[in-house]
């Protein structure tokens, strides 16, 4: 049996997991990134936790290479660029390293643009060449693919929409300081935010008046929409009117046939997917109206990230 | 010898070249689209006048192929719907109905797409596998190339980022009533609409003041900003400054190697040119800075329309 060993590199987590041609997800395991501040350590770390995970498979296997989705990764550098979450700063030269320490074949690559290979290998995406993939969880990530190929850019960083700037000058500001940065809107931090600027721009009562920023979470917010809290409704409809927004004009870029919604964020359902739906359909060109689906990922209740990472491989093999 | 006959359709003229595969022009002419309401006797007229091209060829040639851009035209579905300036309405199955009357492999596409597989094939994108183009002319047109390819999208409309949109409700209209739409302020007659703008928001002395909208030709434009007209220079600044902007934005899409301008507007020169790197180049994130060219199309001089329509048969070939 093949297997590909599916690597993702998060802030708090690494998960590892072994990952067939049919996209099952037959071993994983995990541990926490910042116990291993020296790169040197984690790459150790990586390697022993593979020779555990195949030590746990009882049939006998092949492994035919690493597939790595990580923030600010070069897919045609192979490095892990200045990633705001990640202990190892600067420019990271990830596979170059990580191969001393392994000898398979390695492939790296920005997380969403993993998750769009994934969907397009093992999800909802099977069989379509152009579509985009938004992940929405503490920031915005995309991956797009063109042409049934992922569009990996110049030097490997294309795909960066969470930083598109929306505004002119007048916008909240991103981690990385863009002013108007899509994901400072457009997120489960930016859905937080939102609840904030709501909480200023109205005298509704809300559960919310009584809750720090810092102990607000999504699935709360949800809950408190669903029970008709005017402050989280309204929270849902501006984050849903941006993100309409965004998507509409993103498709005058490729036209995708599907864009889909993964993360955090979408588990609020229609609160997020029927209103963003309304938006960006209000918004499309006439040319493209009716013709773009708004969907969620067919990855939902699989690990999306290791298989998005093992199909970094797999999708050679094909 | 090889031929490819290219056929450029323009609300004024039509353009027909017999391009070989080095990328010269070896024979032209034209006629006026409008001349030619009734779709039948346009389609009559291409086929005589590719008749009469090929009667001045002296040489032994062999038609290969038509290539076509135009407006609004799907490369998908060998369609030109809705175009504006075009004098036929609604969805014209263009490719099927030109076949009745030549037996040739006919290829259609949006005249800026064809634009970017021309400077591809025959300008100064050879060798690139990521880069843009985009057109300004009386609106904006763009053709974006990623892994060594046009990106067409899911029904043959990607890359119209003239209607992408810039603000958030309170935007200039374009033709097709889009808010905020990128070509009502970055084209020919975006910068003709800014001219009107500055001369509403300052008082300082001014050539335009005495010149009426549709007297207003880009060519004067530049030459007042070079006599040092504070209108005018105001314009420039400011059509660079949304342009600059907006393609940093772009640049997180796909990350392009290179962005070529192409079009009336770019004969403005460095007025266009320096200031707008100026503003993308400040606006990019930082993984970005540096790496993107703004550069003038390698088709300047030649006909680009017409090499750009044969590079859609041309790109077949090699």
Redesign the interface.
């Known amino acids: 049996m093949d297997l590909v060993v599916g690597i993702d590199i998060g802030g708090t987590k690494t998960k590892i997991g072994l990952v067939n041609q049919q996209g099952d997800n037959v071993a994983q395991n995990f541990f926490r990134t910042k116990e291993y501040p020296e790169l040197q350590d984690y790459l150790a770390k990586i390697a022993t936790s593979i020779q555990e995970l195949t030590a746990t498979i009882n049939a006998s296997h092949n492994l035919i290479g690493i597939g790595i989705g990580a923030p600010?990764a070069s897919s045609v550098k192979g490095t892990i660029?200045?990633a705001a979450n990640l202990p190892w700063k600067g420019s990271v030269p990830f596979i170059e390293e990580l191969q001393k320490h392994i000898a398979l074949p390695i492939k790296l690559m920005n997380d969403a643009s993993a998750a769009a290979l994934g969907e397009m290998l093992f999800g909802a995406a099977k069989g379509m060449t152009?579509f985009m993939v938004i992940t929405l969880g503490t920031g915005l990530g995309s991956g797009?693919v063109?042409?049934g190929?992922l569009?990996?850019?110049?030097?490997?960083?294309?795909?960066?929409?969470g930083?598109?700037?929306?505004?002119?000058g007048d916008g909240r500001l991103t981690g990385?300081g863009?002013d108007g940065g899509l994901e400072a809107y457009v997120s489960a931090t930016g859905l937080k935010r939102t609840i904030m600027y709501m909480l200023s721009m109205h005298m509704d009562q809300s559960r919310f008046r009584d809750i720090a920023y810092s102990d607000l979470h999504g699935e709360e917010i949800t809950q408190a929409a669903e029970e008709g809290d005017p402050i989280a409704i309204k929270a849902f409809d501006y984050t849903s009117k941006i993100l309409g927004?965004a998507l509409a004009?993103?498709v005058?870029?490729?036209?995708?046939?599907a864009i889909f919604l993964l993360g955090g964020l979408t588990s609020s359902g229609k609160w997020i997917f029927d209103t963003t739906k309304h938006y960006m359909e209000n918004?499309l060109?006439?040319?493209?109206k009716g013709?773009?689906k708004l969907l969620p990922s067919g990855m939902h209740g699989k690990n999306a990230a290791i298989l998005g990472a093992a199909s970094l491989i797999w999708n050679e093999v094909k």
């Open positions: 600010n660029e200045n152009d797009i063109a042409n190929q569009i990996q850019g110049y030097d490997g960083f294309a795909g960066e929409l930083h598109f700037d929306l505004t002119f990385l863009v927004h004009n993103f005058t870029f490729t036209q995708p046939e918004h060109l006439d040319v493209y013709k773009v």
